[in-house]
């Protein structure tokens, strides 16, 4: 990934979990590094002391022109991410997810950026009956968040087609690790399990608690956004699966946690997911390296868990 040494890169959501993690590894590549972030969901500590911080909107389309002028590599991470706050907000996240989007793409057209790589999800594919999910699969979006992620990867797609803009679009599967936050009602099951475990409180159990995920460590994740930047077969508005390619119920999760647990009443998600990665490894030449067990291991350690 040497290509990246001295380029100039811009993150946005740099100060967010995913993006942060993004940040840190084209820092330790040499690359100088811009992070683009409005504080809804980032913390200024989690940037990297070596990148240049803009605290700005990204549907300010203009502000964006400006600051990824002379940019090769785009890293679109900002979002207003959770599935239910999509569902009790629509309007809002829409405006960020879709029209973020949108100016992040019309900017980097504009100041002639080589690439951006785009932030998707595994919820674009919604509630499918088979497993494991492969890209060639239509998607079926269940709520609002996932079909602004499916949007987003449209516009990107359009945006190589028709106005030459390399782009590709990483549709995320349940990432985890150090950074994610525990807060709030919208925190992943992962962060809720350690904040209830520190707080010596039940672990919550979502309906049955027979409902798997792929979890993916952040490391992998940021990877996989570096080898998407510089991979030459890809650029044309390509969605591809970035998940471990292993499933986990929450039940067998809580089992890793161990103590007391209540249920709450079930919600609308998908059922189950889990990733095809070939096409990961054929054109990034990518597959998670971190196993969950591992990746658990050190978060409960960091929790002093």
Not at 55 to 77: C, L, N, P, Q, Y
Not at 118 to 134: H, I, N
Not at 175 to 194: H, M, Q, S, T
Not at 211 to 229: G, I, M
Request: proline share 4%; glycine share 10%; hydrophobic share 40%.
């Amino acid at each position: 990934m040497n290509d990246l040494k001295g380029e100039k890169v811009v993150v946005t959501g740099g100060a967010g979990f995913v993006g942060s993690h993004i940040v840190d590894l084209l820092v330790s590549e040499g690359a100088e590094v811009v992070v683009v972030d409005n504080m809804f969901a980032g913390k200024k500590e989690n940037v990297n002391s070596e990148a240049a911080l803009h605290m700005s909107d990204i549907r300010d389309t203009k502000a964006m022109a400006d600051i990824f002028k002379g940019a090769t590599f785009v890293f679109h991470e900002a979002a207003v991410p959770r599935v239910p706050y999509s569902i009790e907000h629509p309007e809002e996240t829409h405006d960020n997810n879709v029209n973020g989007t949108l100016s992040v793409l019309s900017a980097a057209k504009e100041t002639g950026v080589k690439r951006v790589v785009c932030a998707s999800s595994s919820s674009t594919y919604g509630d499918q009956d088979k497993m494991p999910l492969v890209e060639t699969m239509p998607p079926e979006p269940v709520h609002p968040y996932g079909l602004q992620k499916y949007v987003g990867e449209l516009y990107a797609k359009l945006y190589s087609d028709v106005y030459g803009l390399e782009t590709v679009s990483l549709r995320y599967f349940n990432v985890y690790g150090p950074r994610l936050d525990p807060e709030g009602d919208y925190a992943l099951v992962i962060g809720k399990f350690l904040k209830q475990r520190k707080e010596g409180k039940p672990l919550t159990i979502i309906g049955d608690g027979e409902q798997t995920r792929d979890f993916t460590h952040v490391s992998d994740v940021a990877r996989a956004n570096l080898l998407a930047a510089t991979s030459g077969k890809v650029g044309k508005g390509e969605a591809i699966n970035i998940g471990a390619g292993k499933s986990i119920s929450v039940n067998k999760l809580a089992d890793m946690f161990g103590g007391e647990r209540v249920t709450l009443p079930a919600r609308i998600e998908a059922r189950h997911t889990l990733s095809d990665t070939e096409k990961a490894k054929e054109l990034l030449g990518w597959e998670a390296e971190v196993s969950f067990e591992d990746g658990v291991a050190e978060l409960k350690k960091a929790f002093k868990l």
